[in-house]
């Protein structure tokens, strides 16, 4: 089933859209709480006299990318606070850490940004969208310096292939109607595998897969007990329920490993207290 935001990218030519998304983006500017329009004035600051191919995230960490990959950086940057409280805690907890499994990388900002602040940092950036992953190789080229391996693929569960759908630049598995496999049948391994044949011991994981982080964790399991990484985890209980899946192989993956939970901001979350959630949530979970 076609969404009506896929409607419209299909029937609707470029300039239509893009005016569309500036009228919105005026409105929007126009209505930002003051958290977002002093965030925006700091990153101005901190980007003046950049060339145009260029974005400071942070400071310190400057960065070539993409021309469609700006806008989906400005979020982590001032467009949504919590996503720039995501990267902030991100930059703050993964210091002293090497070694990152970037899942779900997208464009490959969370590589670039922990690669990009130490010459002696590596990542494994993993995409299952062919539309995202040439933004990621693209980014990763101008960035020379960033020691990241792209892999296209899913890691899910089993080895095997993946019907997925394209929502944006975003591929998501297609659970609800496999044939709206839009982004066609995507290869798939597990993060066992794949940490095992290159060879790379991730002490720091990344997981943004849009309803799947629990098969996504199940392939995982050997990786966790052997070396306990740190993981940045964003859950989407609905779309979770909608792979037929529950909370509870995570909470009882974590318990067996030793894990515990926290929020972003830093307060502790009881992991039972996971079963009860409904919205999307970005959780912190250590093994220390």
């Known amino acids: 089933m076609t969404s009506g935001r896929a409607l419209l990218k299909a029937i609707l ?6 005016c569309r998304r500036r009228i919105l983006d005026g409105w929007a500017h126009r209505h930002r709480p003051e958290r977002v329009r002093q965030l925006e004035r700091e990153h101005l600051a901190r980007n003046e006299g ?6 400071c995230i942070r400071d310190g960490i400057t960065l070539k990318i993409h021309p469609e990959s700006r806008y989906a950086f400005d979020y982590f940057c ?11 805690g991100f930059l703050r907890l993964a ?6 499994l970037d899942i779900g990388a997208l464009h490959g900002i969370f590589a670039l940004v922990f ?7 590596s990542a494994v950036a993993v995409d299952a969208s062919p539309r995202a992953f040439a933004r990621l190789l693209y980014n990763i080229h101008k960035n020379p310096d960033c020691r990241i391996t792209p892999v296209e693929c899913a890691l899910t569960e089993k080895a095997g292939v993946l019907p997925m759908a394209y929502e944006g630049r975003h591929a998501v598995v297609a659970a609800l109607d496999p044939r709206d496999a839009s982004a066609g049948p995507v290869k798939a391994d597990t993060g066992d595998a794949l940490c095992e044949t290159s060879g790379f011991a991730p002490d720091v994981i990344k997981i943004d897969v849009e309803g799947h982080e629990v098969k996504v964790l199940r392939g995982l399991a050997g990786v966790l007990a052997r070396h306990r990484p740190l ?3 964003e859950l989407h209980p609905g779309r979770i329920r909608k792979e037929n899946e529950s909370l509870l192989p995570v909470i009882e ?4 490993n030793r894990y515990g939970a926290r929020l972003p901001d830093g307060s502790r979350c009881e992991l039972e207290s996971l079963t ?9 979970l250590t093994g220390d």
């Open 13 to 18: 030519p470029p300039l239509v859209l893009t």
């Open 50 to 55: 950049l060339a145009g191919d260029e974005i």
């Open 78 to 88: 001032f467009v949504s606070p919590p996503m720039v409280d995501e990267m902030d």
């Open 95 to 100: 210091a002293g850490r090497s070694r990152l």
């Open 115 to 121: 690669t990009k602040t130490s010459q002696d940092r």
């Open 231 to 233: 993981i940045f985890l």
């Open 253 to 256: 993956l974590m318990k067996r």
């Open 276 to 284: 009860q959630i409904h919205d999307d949530v970005r959780l912190v």
